[in-house]
């Protein structure tokens, strides 16, 4: 061997050890902390919501939670049995096809909605327990319809279920304020810590299971996850700082679930039910796969438009739709603050004029 063989030897030797030093180390993150130490059982309601759900007749002490005129279903909440003796939030009243069928187990929740899919027959609710130390969680329900009409439970997805699988693929990692979350050991955001009086970063800092919901685009079901932080002198977590995070979550027949697409939630400013404060009038828009939205609107004593279809535009959301003689209808939405107004601009039905317009409020 001559020595130019060995000078480059030496050479590669060398170009090797500085790549090492100057590669950074590969990110090893901590696993996320879960709330939830055990599957959630199922309460009972007491009497007092049986006896008012039995009657089957939603009234002034229900509270609606899907209108789906197209497929004349309804979900109705109940609200309170009487003046002062309150529901503890458990009794949905479920009406398809004037069939009425009374749930008194299901609570309702802190958000409560839901889903009827046409294609499958199913009925997804978001209800809601309490945990044995007192935490509020969401639990989906899904619902299917016998021959005669009569909704039945046929599985839900436990929260401790949901919190374990988010959990398993859910990492932190924190340097002074800041904390970045890591999805498979991808990263998904960095958030900066703004909390100064409850001392520094645990180091057990990021846990979930507290503040876990969903939301529905189409038919498809999301769950939106709030991470919370600890801090070594702080009594409870702090939910300030840290960003929702939200995945599809895919459900077979009995309830067993995949999650995908898990990343940050972006909220869609106009996806929500909005109702009018002068006739409670009704304003529901949902968003689709395709990237637009499923607007109804029922206008009391005007109309009802079951089949709109919009998207979105530089001055709002455009959309048509049907009217009660089979003509079409088309409409602009925009949005103030909390508040839906609906402006319709084309317009040959005999009750509703181009230039019309109406304000809604946003229920959720």
Not at 41 to 52: G, I, Q, S
Not at 58 to 69: G, K, T, V, W
């Amino acid at each position: 061997m001559n020595k130019h063989f060995f000078r480059m030897l030496a050479a590669a030797v060398s170009c090797s050890f500085a790549l090492l030093s100057c590669t950074p180390s590969a990110v090893n993150p901590q696993p996320i902390g879960a709330i939830l130490d055990g599957p959630v059982a199922l309460d009972e309601a007491p009497a007092a919501v049986r006896n008012v759900l039995s009657a089957a007749t939603p009234d002034e002490r229900y509270e609606l939670i899907l209108s789906d005129a197209r497929n004349d279903v309804y979900v109705w909440g109940l609200m309170q049995c009487a003046e002062d003796v309150p529901a503890d939030g458990f009794g949905v009243l479920v009406v398809k096809e004037g069939v009425a069928t009374p749930l008194p187990d299901i609570r309702h929740g802190r958000q409560p909605s839901a889903r009827f899919d046409a294609s499958t027959g199913n009925l997804w609710i978001i209800g809601g327990d309490i945990e044995g130390t007192g935490t509020q969680v969401e639990r989906p329900y899904r619902l299917r319809f016998d021959a005669e009409g009569k909704a039945e439970v046929a599985c839900t997805i436990n929260p401790y279920d949901i919190q374990q699988a988010l959990a398993q693929r859910l990492g932190f990692t924190v340097d002074g304020d800041l904390v970045t979350l890591y999805a498979d050991s991808e990263r998904l955001d960095t958030a900066t810590n703004t909390i100064d009086d409850m001392g520094a970063i645990d180091e057990e800092a990021v846990w979930i299971g507290e503040q876990i919901g969903y939301h529905f685009i189409g038919n498809a079901l999301y769950v939106d996850i709030t991470p919370g932080l600890r801090f070594v002198n702080g009594p409870a977590l702090a939910y300030d700082d840290l960003p929702t995070l939200t995945a599809r979550v895919v459900a077979a027949d009995d309830c067993s679930f995949t999650i995908e697409e898990l990343k940050r939630y972006v909220a869609d400013p106009f996806a929500g039910r909005f109702v009018s404060d002068y006739d409670s009038s009704e304003l529901e828009i949902l968003p689709r796969e395709d990237g637009r939205y499923d607007v109804v609107v029922s206008l009391t004593r005007l109309t009802l438009l079951d089949d709109g279809v919009g998207s979105l535009a530089d001055d709002g959301l455009h959309f048509s739709a049907t009217d009660a003689s089979g003509q079409p209808i088309e409409g602009t939405i925009s949005l103030i603050g909390d508040a839906a107004r609906l402006v319709f601009t084309k317009s040959t039905w005999g009750l509703i004029n181009n230039g019309d317009s109406f304000e809604f409020e946003r229920k959720y």
